[in-house]
């Protein structure tokens, strides 16, 4: 018997749902009866959110990085739900790599393609059977710095601009087959991303030679405080899962959508200012100005 069948219930699969915003997305369509899937990175992980859930979230530890254990996974779910298929895929799992991108290693770079732009566009690709048969929604989590790049976040910026030019080819090559495409472009979030992060800027400053800390150290300890205490004070993490969801429901679809009040701050001003003045204002936002 397909999960589907026994539950009865619309269906929901999200990456990196193991920990942060995915986690609380998780929760929450679980709370409103979704069949939820969805990968993690450690059997911790997995364990922890289906006590949580009270067995209703149902996660496999996979490497979004490696297409084999992607279609493994993605098929084991699919057959599981049956003829109904996935109502949901939520694009959630990604890394930052942030650092001046003179001094980053380029397989540091590539890593952070390979997960936030390859893994997501495999997790996509293997699931587009079942969300045919389901007429589903793809919800791609972006972020506003794709829109208004920051200094020493280019990876970041950079990977999630171009899975937003890839969901545009989507939403055109699937919109015949009833699948809706929806980017919901994050601000600043409280949801244990801000700890990853201020791990990821204190390895980078730990790890500068002399002369790139001659170079670049001032100015990259003045951006990482500020991202810091930006990411600190951003939207929590409950919120935030409360907003995709709203997004990955609301009717008709919404093509770009802000998940915070900043998020929509930062694409109002993409929108209104002229180039010159987005240049002045990104480095105003990091304290560099």
């Not at 048969?133 to 970041?156: E, M, Y």
């Not at 205490?229 to 997004?247: C, F, H, N, T, Y």
């Amino acid at each position: 018997m397909s999960l589907t069948s026994k539950h009865l219930g619309r269906s929901a699969a999200i990456t990196g749902a193991g920990s942060g915003l995915g986690r609380d997305i998780a929760l929450q369509l679980a709370a409103k009866d979704y069949t939820v899937l969805g990968t993690a990175f450690s059997a911790e992980e997995v364990q922890s959110l289906k006590e949580a859930s009270n067995g209703r979230v149902r996660l496999t530890v996979c490497d979004i990085t490696k297409e084999q254990d992607v279609k493994a996974w993605a098929g084991n779910m699919s057959d599981m739900l049956g003829d109904g298929g996935l109502n949901l895929l939520i694009s959630n799992a990604g890394i930052l790599t942030p650092g001046p991108v003179e001094i980053l290693a380029l397989d540091a770079i590539r890593h952070e393609f390979e997960v936030n732009v390859f893994g997501a566009l495999s997790v996509i690709n293997a699931f587009l059977p079942a969300l045919r048969k389901a007429r589903g929604r793809i919800v791609q989590i972006s972020t506003w710095t794709a829109s208004l790049p920051l200094p020493f976040n280019g990876p970041s910026g950079a990977s999630k601009a171009a899975m937003e030019v890839f969901m545009t080819a989507y939403r055109a090559e699937l919109k015949r087959f009833g699948i809706d495409v929806t980017v919901a472009i994050a601000g600043n979030m409280r949801t244990g991303g801000p700890a990853k992060t201020a791990a990821a800027l204190s390895h980078v400053a730990d790890k500068m030679t002399a002369e790139q800390r001659e170079l670049y150290g001032h100015a990259f300890g003045t951006f990482a405080a500020t991202l810091n205490s930006m990411q600190g004070s951003g939207l929590d993490s409950a919120s935030a899962a409360k907003r995709v969801i709203e997004l990955a429901e609301q009717t008709p679809p919404p093509i770009r959508a802000a998940v915070g009040q900043d998020a929509e701050e930062m694409l109002r001003i993409v929108h209104e200012k002229p180039d010159a003045e987005q240049d002045t204002f990104r480095l105003q936002v990091v304290g560099l100005s």
